[in-house]
């Protein structure tokens, strides 16, 4: 499961839904997500990236970050 697709850029994303979770009141919410085949140092496994300009700034964890947007009936929920 590619949740951003096989060849994922800057802004991609995907949406969570479920009607079970939607019409619930809920103390809380975790989602795990797993990165598997992770590479062990970012700085090698995107070197390549770096040598032909694609990517300028030094890969690191910090690198990859994610948001979280809340939707109620296709409106953006601020929380």
């Not at 995907?14 to 598997?36: C, H, P, Q, V």
């Not at 995107?46 to 694609?54: D, H, I, L, M, N």
């Amino acid at each position: 499961f590619q949740p951003f697709g096989n060849n994922p850029k800057v802004g991609s994303g995907f949406y969570f839904a479920n009607r079970e979770i939607s019409t619930k009141k809920l103390d809380s919410l975790a989602i795990n997500m797993e990165w598997m085949g992770l590479p062990k140092d970012f700085a090698t496994h995107y070197e390549a990236y770096s040598s032909t300009g694609v990517i300028t700034d030094a890969i690191t964890n910090n690198s990859f970050k994610a948001s979280l947007k809340l939707f109620n009936n296709r409106s953006r929920v601020d929380f």
